[in-house]
């Protein structure tokens, strides 16, 4: 007998949350406990009274399963809202990396021209290396570190997706 | 303000919510909660055995009575005691609140006496649980537990409270009711989603109503519409086991438990239906049977708070999120005020009479032993001669599912088993904790020989508390229901499913203050049964069963509705690899 996986979507999710002791581990382990996927979870306080804080989930699934996903992210008590951005009309994603790169010479020439062209800062330098500051979809980014990586990637730091809906409304 | 203790304030707080009863045990870190509770004038405290007893007498006294179960436990081992029930009523939804202690707040993380992370351990398998460091909180946060248990979809609720946050005082009057910030269940449906399932309701040619625990959790009143709206409709109803009891097992339009061991028309009438109306039922596994096979001609109205629970399992097409009562209240309005009138079913009732006809809850009758299907038949039938309030809890295995089989249920509350969790351990406690709720009723825990060894140190509590609950076993010597999977999957090799050493249960009555009463063969059955009822207080009834009777009718794990076994003569004793894998 073997085992069978189903094809599966990416999607952003938006969570809108009270920000309560244990609410990320209600999250992540509601992901674990039902099988769903987290390809990558950001959250911080938006609130000016530190009531509410955003929940960002990049997480793939079949339809079926995004929508499980979704109804059980709605039925925790601390949960205010749930949207699905790729679902619910156009918007905004970005994640932010921290990328080091070490090299000398030409590498070093082709590493800031690349960045020039990606529009990353550089935000800390050595004779020997560079750390780059990139912001960008996870794609922009992906490709960004796979150049890096054939100049002289040392290591990254990223900080999983962030996004919102275009237009003037609120989720 | 006069300041009170966080004990104090706890006990307040239950008096404000109408608690009568706790179910309960003492340890280190509640010990200033019971110096709150002693002798309290109002409030009951019940001293069980072991935690675990507690949390399932609480959900044994919610379903019974409606009202919110309550348990009270020490940190660490009294906390880790109770996460079986408290699983248990996350599984089936039933209203319970569980305080737990905790040591104090600045010994949190040192791995402290009796310290363990209660609230990590029931994050998930609770419906919420609190951490409480602040006695200015406490009073919030517990009538907030006890909304959130009662409301929406019920579920346990824990509040975990640090041994000085019970002594440390805080200003205390009673909390305002307040609009949560983020908690808002959808009571109401929305019109679209009854128009059309009324107007579905009106074409339909072969309706089914699959109801389930959501009616009963709905409230009595939920039951009596489901009663209205299958008279007026005129279509079959057919139930899962936790919804037993919510339209009558003596009425006209009843087919009979569905699924697993559900009735042969019961599940036939689901899988030729054109139009399933779920009441409060989740398309659970053990009712759905293969599901590329379940009801494949069907449309379905899914009927459920949780919107979760919609197109979890089965895509349906109409769904309507809301609390049973209130949408079956606007299904009645709306079809009244359409006009409608039952339309001619006869063609439909005429192919459920002939699945009828296979009556498939027959069994072989034997003259040397009791069957245990007629141990339940007879134990119904002098029940029902009493003309008392009857209620039923059930342990887990055989034995259960005989039960809801063969004794009837005409009205809600009135049965009480472990449906989603399946727990060997439930049945004599929730029987407990039911006599607590209703002092008048008979309460009958139907338990099998294995399942009541799990938490049969309750003895003493029922002898406590003078609690006249009857235990009665059907006693196969077996854990009945894993031979019989045995059989169908593993050429019958009994793998440790034999009950050794059994305890003699009427010396064990005898020992705990009980009456015993064996029933060694079908002459003995009716007058033991008698015994039992007439016996004023507890008692243990030893019935001595058929040891290899089986389960049936059947549908094994991954067959359709259509593939029922009904009698042990289909059995080939053994399965393929993707049925073995299956629960
Ligand atoms: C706590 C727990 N452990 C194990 C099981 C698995 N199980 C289901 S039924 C059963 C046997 C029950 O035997 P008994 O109580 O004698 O009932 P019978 O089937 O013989 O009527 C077992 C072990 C369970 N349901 N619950
Ligand atoms: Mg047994």
């Avoid at chain 1, 619910?88 to 590493?111: H, M, N, Q, T, Y």
């Avoid at chain 2, 006695?135 to 640090?162: C, N, Q, S, Y």
């Avoid at chain 2, 030729?272 to 409060?280: E, S, W």
């Amino acid at each position: 007998m073997h085992i069978q996986e189903e094809l599966s979507q990416r999607h952003v999710l938006s969570l809108t949350v009270s920000n309560e002791a244990g609410i990320l581990a209600r999250i992540a382990g509601l992901f674990t406990a039902r099988g769903y996927n987290i390809d990558s979870l950001t959250v911080a306080d938006i609130t000016q009274d530190h009531g509410v804080s955003r929940i960002t989930i990049v997480t793939n699934g079949p339809p079926k399963v995004i929508d499980q996903i979704m109804a059980q992210l709605d039925r925790l008590v601390p949960v205010h809202k749930v949207t699905d951005l790729t679902e619910s009309g156009p918007f905004v994603e970005r994640e932010l990396a921290l990328v080091k790169v070490a090299g000398v010479g030409e590498d070093r020439i082709e590493a800031l021209r690349l960045a020039d062209v990606f529009r990353a800062k550089v935000v800390d330098t050595t004779i020997e290396s560079f750390i780059f500051e990139i912001t960008g979809t996870t794609d922009k980014v992906d490709n960004f570190v796979g150049l890096m990586r054939q100049i002289g990637l040392v290591e990254v730091g990223r900080t999983g997706v962030v996004g919102l809906i275009r237009g003037k409304e609120a989720i | 303000m006069a300041e009170k203790s966080g004990a104090d304030i706890l006990v307040e707080c239950l008096l404000d919510l109408g608690v009568e009863v706790v179910f309960g045990y003492p340890g280190g870190a509640v010990l200033p909660i019971y110096d709150a509770l002693f002798n309290h004038p109002t409030i009951k405290h019940v001293l069980v055995r072991h935690e675990q007893g507690a949390t399932h007498m609480a959900e044994g006294y919610a379903r019974s009575t409606g009202k919110p179960g309550v348990v009270l436990v020490t940190s660490g081992p009294g906390a880790t005691n109770a996460v079986t029930g408290i699983t248990d009523a996350l599984m089936d939804s039933i209203p319970m609140v569980v305080i737990t202690g905790q040591v104090p707040t600045q010994l949190i993380g040192t791995d402290a006496f009796q310290e363990a992370d209660t609230v990590g351990i029931t994050r998930h398998c609770t419906k919420h649980n609190y951490l409480v460091k602040d006695p200015a909180k406490l009073a919030g946060v517990i009538h907030e537990a006890f909304h959130i248990a009662t409301t929406g979809r019920p579920g346990p609720v824990v509040i975990d409270i640090p041994k000085n946050v019970q002594i440390a005082t805080a200003p205390y009057k009673r909390p305002e009711p307040v609009a949560h910030a983020s908690y808002h269940p959808q009571t109401k449906a929305d019109a679209a989603g009854i128009d059309a399932a009324v107007e579905m309701l009106a074409a339909a040619e072969r309706p089914v109503f699959y109801t389930g625990g959501g009616v009963i959790n709905s409230g009595p009143e939920a039951s009596t519409l489901l009663r209205e709206l299958a008279a007026m409709t005129g279509a079959p109803v057919t139930s899962t086991l936790m919804g037993l009891g919510a339209y009558p097992a003596t009425g006209p339009q009843w087919l009979g438990m569905l699924g697993m061991h559900g009735t042969y028309e019961a599940n036939f009438a689901m899988n030729k239906a054109d139009l399933i109306i779920c009441v409060g039922a989740r398309f659970d596994d053990r009712v759905t049977g293969r599901l590329d096979a379940f009801a494949p001609n069907s449309r379905k109205v899914h009927i459920d708070i949780d919107r979760s629970s919609i197109n979890k399992i089965v895509d349906v097409d109409v769904a309507i999120v809301a609390d049973v009562g209130s949408a079956l209240s606007d299904m009645v309005a709306l079809w009244k005020a359409r006009g409608h009138e039952a339309a001619d079913l006869s063609a439909w009732w005429a192919q459920i009479d002939g699945w009828r006809a296979k009556k498939s809850l027959d069994y072989a009758e034997n003259a040397t032993e009791i069957m245990p299907q007629r141990a339940i038949a007879d134990l119904y039938k002098a029940c029902t001669a009493t003309g008392k309030d009857i209620i039923i809890t059930t342990e887990v295995g055989q034995h259960q599912m005989w039960a809801a089989q063969h004794f009837g249920f005409d009205a809600p509350n009135k049965w009480l088993t472990s449906g989603g969790l399946g727990t060997m351990g439930y049945g004599f406690p929730a029987a407990i904790g039911a006599q607590m709720g209703n002092p008048d009723s008979l309460v009958i825990c139907v338990a099998g020989d294995a399942s009541i060894q799990m938490n049969i140190q309750e003895m003493g509590t029922a002898s406590q508390y003078r609690l006249p609950v009857k235990i009665f076993i059907l006693n196969n010597e077996y854990m009945g229901m894993v031979r019989q999977w045995q059989e169908l999957t593993y050429q019958s090799r009994y793998s440790n499913s034999y009950s050794d050493s059994l305890p003699d249960f009427v010396k064990l009555a005898e020992a705990y203050g009980w009456t015993g009463i064996r029933i060694d063969g079908p002459d003995d059955l009716e007058s033991g049964i008698r015994a039992m009822i007439d016996t004023p207080g507890p008692v243990i009834v030893d019935c001595r069963v058929a040891k290899l009777s089986n389960c049936f009718p059947m549908i094994p794990s991954g067959a359709a509705h259509t593939e029922m076994l009904l009698d042990p003569s289909q059995v080939k004793g053994s399965m393929t690899d993707e049925a073995k894998a299956l629960v």
